[in-house]
């Protein structure tokens, strides 16, 4: 953009070189400074969809300015194997259009919200002929230059795995190992402290019981003890008393 000419008179003091200076300095900011920054146009890389099913791309973007109400979207399609693309959706002016002599003229929707800078669309009963390349393009006024954006669908019968959901299955087995060795340590530390405290008990229920054992046994022998003693002194009493007799 070129600036505007500016034409000042001869400086008559010091605060008019000043102004001067200031005037020439902001024409060659708004001659050097561009009026529109790059958009930045996003979409996914590559969609797998089932034949006969929909399927949803998705397009949005960033843009430095808020959304403008003149923004807009374009959808084209480039088929496997060939080179050329076709336009086959557009929006601007606030209305969406569909290519009416494209190869989805009666099985593309609009599903996007231009104010929240969505340009998605939807596919309807997909076929084998759809596979191939979709770009999205946009613009958000004065933000005007950027680089589209573009997705590949292929269409299966039934679906492949992806690596996505093998590198998901792995972290899911091996956190749940994770758990299994947490929750097995834990039991075994459990059954390891039930253990020690059913021999502590066993051991000192032993002591217990071997004194009360011992206390036992000893009671019978001590009174068999005291009973010969007490035969013992009847019978050196009778003793006694027949040699008192003899003497007698």
């Known amino acids: ?14 605060d008019s070189n000043m102004l ?5 300095l902001s024409a060659g900011l708004v001659a050097i400074v561009p009026q529109s920054q790059a958009i930045v146009i996003y979409t996914g890389w590559e969609r797998h969809a089932l034949i006969g099913s929909d399927v949803r791309l998705s397009c949005s973007f960033f843009s430095w300015r808020w959304t403008s109400e ?16 076709i336009s086959i959706f557009h929006y601007t002016g606030g209305l969406p259009y569909v290519d009416n002599k494209g190869p989805f003229r009666d099985r593309l929707e609009f599903v996007g919200n231009p ?3 969505d340009g998605s669309i939807l596919l309807k ?9 979709f770009t999205c393009d946009a613009k958000n006024p004065p933000d005007i230059v950027g680089r589209a954006s573009s997705v590949r669908l292929l269409v299966f019968e039934k679906l492949p795995v992806q690596a996505g959901v093998i590198t998901g299955a792995i972290i899911g087995a091996v ?6 060795i947490v929750v097995i340590y834990y039991l075994m ?4 402290a039930r253990r020690v405290f059913s021999l502590s008990v066993s051991k000192h229920g032993k002591k217990g019981k071997g004194k009360e054992g011992s206390q036992q046994r000893q009671g019978p022998t001590l009174y068999a003890a005291l009973d ?13 008393q027949e040699s008192r007799k003899d003497k007698k």
């Open 125 to 133: 009963n997909l076929d084998f002929n759809d596979n191939g390349t």
């Open 175 to 180: 956190l749940g190992l994770l758990v299994l």
């Open 70 to 85: 003149d923004v807009t979207f374009s959808w084209s399609y480039r088929p496997d194997g060939t080179r050329d693309s």
């Open 228 to 240: 010969q003693s007490k035969l013992k002194a009847s019978a050196s009493e009778k003793k006694k």
């Open 115 to 117: 104010q929240r800078r």
């Open 189 to 192: 530390r459990f059954l390891v």
């Open 20 to 24: 001067l200076f200031l005037t020439l």
């Open 1 to 14: 953009m070129r600036g505007t000419p500016v034409t000042a008179a001869p400086p008559a003091s010091e």
